[in-house]
């Protein structure tokens, strides 16, 4: 009987030795990666009415909440009969209807950039400036209270 003990415990023990050394000389193993981290951002999804007043609050923020709240902000996509500078054919837009300062805002987005031409208080010379949505949601689109009110903007567009 106590023969059978001790082989019985040396065989537990090889075998605790053999799981052990086995563990031992297996590799690490690697954290496993989120998805959003070993993968590119999804583009975030906005619409393209979205997009502008994200453009317009980043290009000159007090020219679209004034024409917003004064019912004159417009929303459009450009078409082969507007009168338009070059290079904005096909790209959408925000303009005041009073037109007062000479604003206007084209803009589209190419994949996760969204290009913005403007110009702004009678220079007529188009600029041009890029932005990721990324930024954009970053800058103006984080917070709830931010989300309620670039959709209450959105809400406030008139169109053409």
Same mark, same amino acid.
């Given at each position: 009987?106590?023969?059978?003990?001790?082989?019985?415990? #040396?065989?537990? #023990?090889?075998?605790?030795?053999?799981?052990?050394?086995?563990?031992?000389?297996?590799?690490?193993?690697?954290?496993?990666?989120?998805?959003?981290?070993?993968?590119?951002?999804?583009?975030?999804?906005?619409?393209?009415?979205? #997009?502008?007043?994200?453009?317009?609050?980043?290009? +000159?923020?007090?020219?679209?909440?004034?024409?917003?709240?004064?019912?004159?902000?417009?929303?459009?996509?450009?078409?082969?009969?507007?009168?338009?500078?070059?290079?904005?054919?096909?790209? +959408?837009?925000?303009?005041?209807?009073?037109?007062?300062?000479?604003?206007?805002?084209?803009?589209?987005?190419?994949? =996760?950039?969204?290009? #913005?031409?403007?110009? +702004?208080?009678?220079?007529?010379?188009?600029?041009?400036?890029?932005?990721?949505?990324?930024?954009?949601?970053?800058?103006?689109?984080?917070?709830? +209270? =931010?989300?309620?009110?670039?959709?209450?903007?959105?809400?406030?567009?008139?169109?053409?």
């Amino acid at each position: 009987m106590k023969r059978k003990v001790i082989i019985t415990i #040396i065989i537990l #023990i090889s075998c605790l030795w053999v799981v052990v050394t086995i563990n031992f000389n297996r590799p690490s193993p690697q954290p496993v990666q989120d998805e959003t981290q070993s993968s590119p951002q999804p583009r975030p999804k906005f619409t393209d009415q979205q #997009i502008g007043v994200l453009a317009g609050l980043a290009i +000159s923020p007090e020219w679209l909440k004034q024409n917003i709240a004064a019912n004159q902000l417009v929303y459009g996509i450009v078409k082969p009969s507007d009168t338009v500078p070059a290079g904005v054919n096909d790209y +959408s837009y925000l303009v005041a209807t009073d037109d007062q300062d000479g604003t206007e805002i084209f803009f589209k987005a190419e994949g =996760q950039t969204v290009i #913005i031409k403007y110009t +702004s208080q009678r220079n007529t010379k188009l600029k041009t400036k890029a932005l990721t949505l990324s930024q954009l949601k970053k800058e103006f689109y984080q917070t709830r +209270s =931010q989300k309620r009110e670039v959709d209450d903007y959105v809400a406030g567009l008139r169109t053409e």
